[in-house]
């Protein structure tokens, strides 16, 4: 081999926080390579003295054994005089370059971790604070890149020398890892007690205490991976309905953590994809649905009331499994915040803003700088992909795919109001912040500010444009316009549901086809071009040219926001025209109430809504499951459980005389006519499921396309999902989320698209008339 020629490798991607370093070194080290490699905030820069035939080999073999997280996005190889040393080196970071790289995700405990902390006779021995290469905290300590310790919040930890031994071992599991520590140079974790305002920091002491609370009913609020987490007894009725008084949650299901998957078996159904999932390294919530016989005792009536499925994880932490091994139970774990309010990850603010929800706190002292919901994951059948429902911890910020070719500029992108998340396109890569909950709180709207300042922070980046959301009432709309002002920045605003397409196009790299694309973009509510709120919509996208094709009929939206929250009102406003549904709606208000909004429906001028998702919630409502929702989304849950339910499948085949406006009220009288006719809930709720389906399909052969795409909320519905598929996937090609919800979450990348083909002079938004249909083919 000779070593006259030297090349420098610039290689970019998720880089840093995976053990890719040490992966080279040890490859290095076997294979007699002469050379360097470091981290750099743009990612990671290796040098090597061999010729260009050697380089490409050695490449070969590192992509060959990439460390599992890893992914290398770009290579730049270019030839350079340096002085090499004789051996294979890692050098100290360099912090001078521009960041240019893929934010690594927090990871949950690896196998080979929780082997040794269950080991009696290993030194880190029930520490729970255990983590290596492969798991631990990323993207929630991180203060700045490159990533290493001391830009961490693990850099007030001083290394003992063992662990110091095991981060220069490049045989050690622990080499370079830039969270290791152990009980000689531990992470405090910390027992306190506000009734006695007593503290106590013995390990075992504090588990022992931990269990004895859970065996008496208590509520334990405990600080995880990237924020806290309320623990309750899963199997004390009791104990969990005093979680919901102190929540304000009386009835939106709770996720269920469990020791390990042996005892999960017996009380939800798994495959072989859900098993992978509940134990990857991302460790997500998972519904799952249940047993009809639940073996382990919880309480599934007070834990998911109403429905067929529910939550379930396994521990994700040292400190849950080591807790989870002592009170071998179930366990409710839910965020640790009032219902609507944002996670709580400091100890101060947990101390106040808890003290009359949990009995007891277990803190520890290392500092979280961003905090992380859990994501939450939809099981479908097992040869469907599972619908991402909450991209939150174990996801973000990364977001990997090729549709933004060659876009180096620096935007930010806010997203919508509900499902709140922020996005951006920094260097040729993209990043997608984790779900930031409902902005409609004022501490909402400061945890969104906070996560948005230390992604910019992070990433030193300085947007030359700032998108948001055209509605102007949205915070993230006068967020944005706050942000453009300060910074001088133009400020560019889209539609709602042309996000929502986008974004899904863009997952599949479609943004720029010539082949229209039918898009069905369903959910509560977004702002129209036309004034209205839409939410029941077909566009045709092609080559960037995005046209409305057709809607729901439009219906009163009675009082705003209010009718999200009471599915009767929808009821109501739908069926005003129909005299057979009078007697159903009366029975859903008390009689002074129902005369009042009957008045106010008649007298007062309203704005118009085509929304899906309040097409859902009166029929829920019509069918008796939900009048009042206490959780966002609640009545469609329950009719789609309904629908699920069914012994057999059938349809509401209704006629639409304008094919541009999709009139419901034959679909709506069917409905009320069966209701009170006795026919099955269930019944009714699978044939309302299968009459959209037949809709789509009718639409789609009307417009001649081949292929339908599915995104906004109500695409979180699994059944609707599945049947589309099954129904029509046979005839055309469905394209769906997979890397992103299909609700609001995914309104940032369709912003940043929007942008994108605009660059391009491929956007073109026209909102055609009703019979766009018959204009456009």
Not at 41 to 47: A, F, I, M, T
């Amino acid at each position: 081999m000779t070593h006259q020629e030297q090349y420098h490798i610039h290689i970019q991607g998720q880089v840093q926080g995976v053990g890719f370093r040490p992966l080279v070194y040890q490859l290095a080290e076997k294979k007699g390579w002469r050379g360097w490699i470091s981290n750099g905030k743009d990612g990671v820069h290796l040098v090597l003295a061999m010729n260009r035939l050697e380089v490409e080999n050695a490449l070969n073999s590192i992509r060959n054994q990439l460390p599992s997280y890893a992914r290398i996005l770009n290579l730049h190889i270019h030839r350079i005089r340096a002085e090499v040393p004789a051996d294979f080196q890692i050098h100290t970071s360099d912090d001078e370059a521009a960041s240019e790289l893929v934010l690594t995700p927090d990871r949950s405990m690896c196998p080979s971790c929780r082997a040794e902390i269950m080991d009696p006779d290993n030194r880190r021995a029930g520490y729970a604070f255990t983590t290596c290469l492969q798991c631990g905290p990323r993207y929630s300590i991180t203060r700045s890149l490159p990533y290493d310790r001391e830009r961490t919040t693990m850099a007030p930890f001083e290394v003992c020398p063992s662990c110091q031994r095991e981060y220069e071992d490049p045989l050690d599991r622990r080499y370079f890892s830039q969270t290791n520590s152990c009980p000689d140079c531990a992470i405090s974790l910390i027992w306190e007690d506000p009734r006695t305002q007593t503290q106590t920091r013995d390990p075992d002491r504090i588990t022992d205490l931990a269990v004895a609370a859970l065996h008496d009913g208590h509520i334990l609020a405990v600080k995880g991976l990237s924020g806290y987490l309320l623990l309750t007894d899963a199997s004390n009725p009791a104990a969990i309905q005093e979680l919901r008084s102190r929540k304000h949650r009386p009835h939106k299901p709770f996720a269920i953590m469990y020791p390990d998957l042996a005892i999960l078996e017996g009380d939800v159904h798994l495959t072989d994809k859900s098993r992978q999932i509940l134990s990857s390294p991302e460790a997500p919530i998972v519904l799952c649905p249940k047993q009809m016989q639940i073996r382990s005792g919880i309480a599934i009536t007070d834990i998911a009331p109403n429905l067929d499925q529910f939550g379930v994880f396994l521990p994700n932490t040292p400190l849950f499994a080591l807790i989870l091994k002592a009170f071998p139970y179930p366990i409710v774990a839910t965020s640790a915040n009032l219902s609507g309010s944002p996670m709580l990850f400091r100890e101060a603010d947990v101390r106040q803003g808890l003290a009359s929800m949990a009995d007891f706190f277990i803190h520890h002292n290392r500092e979280i700088l961003v905090p992380q919901d859990d994501s939450v994951i939809r099981m479908m059948d097992d040869d469907l992909e599972p619908l991402l429902l909450r991209r939150s911890r174990g996801y973000a910020p990364a977001y990997i795919h090729e549709s933004f070719e060659d876009w180096d500029g620096s935007v930010l992108a806010l997203g919508a109001h509900m499902k709140g998340a922020m996005a951006i396109q920094h260097r040729g890569l993209t990043h997608i912040s984790q779900y930031l909950g409902n902005l409609e709180s004022y501490e909402a709207e400061e945890s969104y500010k906070q996560v948005v300042q230390h992604l910019l922070s992070v990433l030193d980046a300085r947007p030359e444009v700032i998108l948001t959301d055209n509605h102007p009432g949205y915070f993230t709309s006068r967020y944005g316009a706050s942000l453009a002002k300060a910074a001088g920045v133009p400020l560019q605003t889209y539609g709602h549901h042309h996000a929502h397409f986008a974004a899904v196009l863009a997952e599949h790299q479609l943004l720029c086809d010539p082949e229209p694309t039918l898009g069905v973009i369903w959910d509560g509510t977004g702002f129209g071009d036309d004034g209205t709120m839409w939410g029941g919509e077909f566009f045709l996208h092609r080559n960037g040219d995005y046209h409305r094709l057709a809607h729901l009929k439009p219906f009163p939206l009675i009082l705003g926001d209010k009718m999200a929250r009471e599915p009767r009102l929808s009821a109501l406003s739908l069926t005003e025209e129909l005299p057979a549904g009078k007697e159903l709606v009366d029975d859903l208000f008390p009689e002074k109430v129902i005369q009042f909004y009957r008045q106010v429906l008649r007298q007062d001028e309203h704005m118009m809504t085509s929304s899906m998702g309040r097409l859902f919630d009166g029929v829920s409502a019509l069918l008796g499951l939900a009048r009042i929702q206490t959780f966002e989304g609640q009545g469609a849950m329950y009719l789609e459980t309904m629908a699920a339910r069914a012994p057999h499948r059938s349809s509401y085949r209704w006629t639409t005389p304008d094919e541009g406006v999709l009139d419901w009220t034959e679909l709506i009288d069917r409905i009320i006519r069966d209701r009170k006719a006795g026919r099955p809930t269930e019944e009714i709720a699978d044939a309302f499921h299968t009459s959209l389906v037949y809709k789509i399909g009718q639409i789609a052969h009307a417009t001649g396309v081949r292929r339908i795409a599915l995104s906004g909320g109500v695409w979180q519905n699994a059944y609707l999902t599945e049947r589309v598929i099954r129904t029509l996937g046979q005839e055309f090609t469905i394209l769906r989320h997979t890397q992103l919800s299909p609700n609001d979450e995914n309104i940032p990348l369709g912003q940043l698209a929007l942008l994108w083909q605009e660059e391009q002079g491929l956007y073109l938004p026209n909102a055609l008339s009703t019979n766009a249909i018959h204009s456009v083919i």
